[in-house]
């Protein structure tokens, strides 16, 4: 784990609204097939899935998940709403771009942020860089007070 500074982070996103599952997945599927179809995905792109609400306390119809790709200084060429990601400090957990090593993340969070103080009024971030992905990798960055 490390700790990371977000600082002007803007986003192009694509939003679903409903009970967190499989068509978290499917959007961003969607999203890739937009970027790829609008020559936007490339090397260093470094795309983020957004859970924008706890399921413990909002109603499944009215969960939101966010798909986004960072937009570098100056790129206006996404026909996509964007907005801006939270300032402050993240802790980083890499995490093997599988199935199980997701879950074995989602499983063991309590444990691996026991002695963190957690801003719980951010969400956690996945992202998916370029990078990271070709090996395996993601990133589960949780928000800091």
Not at 44 to 63: F, S, V
Request: charged share 25%.
């Amino acid at each position: 784990m490390i700790i990371e500074e977000f600082k002007g982070i803007d986003i192009a996103y694509m939003r679903r609204i409903g009970k967190y599952g499989p068509e978290n997945k499917q959007l961003m599927e969607d999203f890739k097939a937009y970027l790829k179809q609008n020559n936007l995905f490339k090397n260093d792109t470094t795309i983020l899935g957004i859970a924008m609400d706890n399921p413990i306390q909002t109603p499944a119809e009215k969960q939101r998940y966010d798909v986004g790709i960072i937009i570098s200084d100056g790129e206006k060429q996404f026909d996509l709403p964007t907005r801006k990601i939270a300032n402050g400090h993240y802790a980083i957990f890499e995490v093997t771009h599988t199935t199980e090593g997701v879950s074995r993340f989602w499983k063991n969070i309590q444990n691996l942020t026991i002695n963190l103080p957690i801003d719980n009024t951010r969400p956690i971030i996945e992202r998916y860089s370029f990078s990271k992905v070709s090996l395996h990798l993601c990133e589960f960055c949780i928000p800091l007070r």
